[in-house]
């Protein structure tokens, strides 16, 4: 599972990385060392994400411990989108409470600093981590799966859609259309112009896939800009200081 965990991150990781050279040529220029520390921390954090849910597979292969199911008739139709809601609601909650727990002065010099050394991130970045904060991450996916029922193609649509906006939200620009970031869905849901705020300004902007948690608590600092160049990027980080604020 581990093998497994890090071949998906390269290989997702490694297709945003290559779009961005093509969409945006140059963007990532004078970071291949802070890439290659995004890389290592990353695939230090697939070993860690690869225990609970080598866990998972073996307590639903060879104990038929876990809630998952393959029939697609065991539940009604209509609760596989309602599963794929839970599921994202409930790791959306758990990231938002952690994060922000995170973003407290003492726990970011432990814990969360060495995902904000990627300043700004790239689309290397999404799991480099420290292994403390591995660790947080690891947990939630492979818990709900003994919690509530799930099918098994539901449960590998929430991986992909964790991992894709996982790296999409740290790759440095805007892959959805202006229409869907900045209209009526854009307004509950998080991508990388929401994201890069917190990368920002270090506070608020705490969510995952949605802003219902920021909104709620008043976190939310609303949309980002990228600047419109490595060079603008690089400025604005050096303006903000690099500093936690919760």
């Known amino acids: 599972m581990t093998a497994i965990v890090g071949i998906r991150y390269l290989v997702t990781s490694g297709a945003f990385a290559l779009a961005t050279r093509i969409r945006h040529p140059g963007l990532y220029h004078g970071r291949a060392r802070q890439m290659r520390r995004e890389i290592g921390w990353s695939l230090a954090s697939a070993a860690i994400y690869g225990i609970p849910a080598g866990v998972v597979a073996w307590g639903w292969q ?89 099918h098994v193609g539901m449960l590998g649509l929430v991986l992909a859609i964790m991992t894709v906006m996982g790296v999409g939200n740290h790759m440095g620009w805007e892959m959805f259309p202006r229409a869907l970031v900045h209209g009526p869905a854009g307004r509950w ?27 709620a608590c008043g976190t939310d600092l609303g949309l980002g800009s990228f600047g419109g160049s490595d060079a603008a990027i690089h400025r604005r980080d050096r303006a903000v200081g690099g500093r936690p604020d919760d």
């Not at 809630?67 to 909650?93: E, G, K, N």
């Open 189 to 215: 849901l998080i991508t990388a112009t929401h994201h890069e705020r917190h990368h920002a300004a270090y506070r608020g902007n705490y969510g995952l896939y949605f802003r219902l948690w920021d909104r």
């Open 62 to 150: 060879a104990r038929g411990w876990t809630r998952i199911y393959t029939d697609v008739a065991d539940f009604p139709l209509w609760y596989l989108p309602v599963s794929l809601l839970a599921y994202l609601l409930a790791h959306d909650t758990w990231f938002y409470w952690t994060h922000r727990w995170m973003h407290r002065p003492r726990w970011f010099r432990i814990m969360h600093a060495v995902h904000h050394e990627s300043r700004p991130p790239t689309a290397w970045a999404a799991m480099s981590f420290h292994p403390l904060e591995a660790i947080t991450g690891a947990v939630v996916i492979p818990a709900l799966v003994f919690l509530i029922p799930i």
